[in-house]
């Protein structure tokens, strides 16, 4: 890790789980450092069991990350979705305290180094904005009320896995308002934390129009407290190529 006990201590607000995120960060760094890709990701997967840990889990967001850790053979760690079950038969559903209570536990427990969260958009973004104008006041509240109470409960699992000295992962469309609810400000200003803007199509993000298949620009912001995550994800549209417009239900397809 490039991070000292004393930068991770700023993070944790305590010496010990300090001490043992660096030991844990260094060990995976040692364990991969030598051999081919699949001997590296057997040591780290081996390492992990170990420890009783994963690389990841994502909440408010089906297995998509994770689908793609587990074809890279890494260990797949939890996608907290309503499109998924929990070992009880019952979708992740957020609305129910018992599964937000159960999130939070396993955030506790500091299972996973890194945290994904993309929480729906709907209720912030600009397309929405020019649905408002054709509902009533009360059902734009409920809307806005709806989409506020689940982005605020993803900032808490934030929260909680920043003060642990772990990674976050955060990702709305550039353009939301919900940049600008307080909560977000506030896991905004935690330390090492900042956000980026990439555009899809630098990541080859395509949908079909009556012109045939072209890219989406679609952009992005990413939020998180780990450089090289965002070091990674920081990519603009290269101006070679046609976008297609998110219009016509395709915004939700490119969700």
């Given at each position: 890790?490039?991070?000292?006990?004393?930068?991770?201590?700023?993070?944790?607000?305590?010496?010990?789980?300090a001490?043992?995120?660096l030991?844990w960060?260094n060990?995976?760094?040692?364990?991969?450092k030598?051999?081919?890709?699949d001997?590296?990701?057997r040591?780290?997967?081996?390492?992990?069991?170990?420890?009783?840990?994963?690389?990841?889990?994502?909440?408010?967001?089906?297995?998509?990350?994770?689908?793609?850790?587990?074809?890279l053979?890494?260990?797949p760690?939890l996608?907290?979705?309503?499109?998924?079950?929990?070992?009880d038969?019952?979708?992740?559903?957020?609305?129910?305290k018992?599964?937000r209570?159960?999130?939070?536990?396993?955030?506790k427990s500091?299972?996973?180094?890194?945290?994904i969260?993309s929480?729906?958009?709907?209720?912030f973004?600009r397309?929405?904005?020019?649905?408002?104008?054709?509902?009533?006041?009360?059902?734009?509240?409920?809307?806005?009320?709806y989409?506020t109470?689940?982005?605020?409960?993803?900032?808490?699992?934030?929260?909680?896995?920043?003060?642990?000295?772990?990674?976050f992962?955060?990702?709305?469309?550039?353009k939301?308002?919900?940049?600008?609810?307080?909560?977000?400000?506030?896991v905004?200003?935690?330390?090492g934390?900042?956000k980026i803007?990439?555009?899809?199509c630098?990541?080859?993000?395509?949908?079909?129009?009556?012109?045939?298949?072209?890219?989406?620009?679609?952009?992005?912001?990413?939020?998180s407290?780990?450089?090289?995550?965002?070091d990674?994800?920081k990519?603009?549209?290269?101006?070679?190529?046609r976008?297609?417009?998110?219009?016509?239900?395709?915004?939700?397809?490119?969700?």
């Amino acid at each position: 890790t490039d991070m000292s006990v004393s930068e991770l201590m700023s993070l944790t607000g305590n010496a010990q789980d300090a001490h043992d995120m660096l030991s844990w960060s260094n060990h995976v760094a040692s364990i991969v450092k030598n051999g081919n890709w699949d001997d590296d990701v057997r040591r780290m997967n081996e390492m992990l069991a170990k420890e009783g840990k994963v690389i990841l889990h994502e909440v408010y967001s089906p297995p998509r990350v994770n689908q793609m850790a587990e074809r890279l053979g890494l260990v797949p760690g939890l996608s907290l979705d309503l499109t998924v079950n929990d070992t009880d038969g019952q979708p992740w559903d957020f609305n129910v305290k018992e599964k937000r209570d159960k999130a939070e536990s396993f955030i506790k427990s500091k299972q996973a180094l890194l945290l994904i969260g993309s929480p729906m958009c709907t209720a912030f973004s600009r397309l929405q904005k020019m649905n408002f104008a054709r509902m009533t006041k009360e059902q734009v509240d409920k809307v806005i009320e709806y989409g506020t109470r689940h982005l605020e409960f993803c900032m808490h699992l934030y929260r909680l896995q920043h003060s642990q000295g772990l990674y976050f992962l955060h990702e709305h469309p550039d353009k939301a308002t919900s940049w600008s609810n307080p909560v977000v400000k506030e896991v905004m200003s935690l330390p090492g934390v900042r956000k980026i803007t990439s555009h899809m199509c630098a990541f080859g993000m395509i949908q079909e129009d009556e012109l045939g298949e072209g890219l989406i620009k679609k952009p992005t912001a990413f939020m998180s407290n780990c450089k090289g995550v965002l070091d990674r994800l920081k990519k603009k549209c290269s101006a070679d190529h046609r976008h297609i417009l998110l219009v016509g239900g395709r915004a939700q397809r490119a969700q």
